[in-house]
């Protein structure tokens, strides 16, 4: 993954080892949750707050023109972000063109 897309950056918080397999995005996604809501004769009214996604729920890109969706399972690579944090480049001028043969990320 890191091979073909050379400029991903890290993420630490709900996109960690989250990525696109398409276009290597790991800005944005649509994933479809499950919520809470009232339900009347009028319509409904959803809870805003608590949410819920798992690996088998649907997941799009929202980067550009990609659109490439599937389920969050597909978008998972375990252990990217905890590789991505060895990168030695990132203060490089030219950091997110790759790698320097020092980084331990070109080494793979």
Known sequence: MIRKFPEMHCNSNCLENIACPICGNRDEFKVEVL???SLTDDGT???VGDHE???NSY?????GTCRHHGR???FTFPGLDELL???TCRDLSWYGKGHASACPISQI
Not at 59 to 63: H, L, T, V
Request: aromatic share 10%.
């Open 72 to 74: 969050v399972r597909d």
């Open 45 to 47: 009214d959803a809870e």
């Open 53 to 55: 996604y798992s690996e």
């Open 35 to 37: 919520t809470r809501a």
């Open 59 to 63: 997941i799009e890109c929202f980067s």
């Open 85 to 87: 944090s060895t990168c």
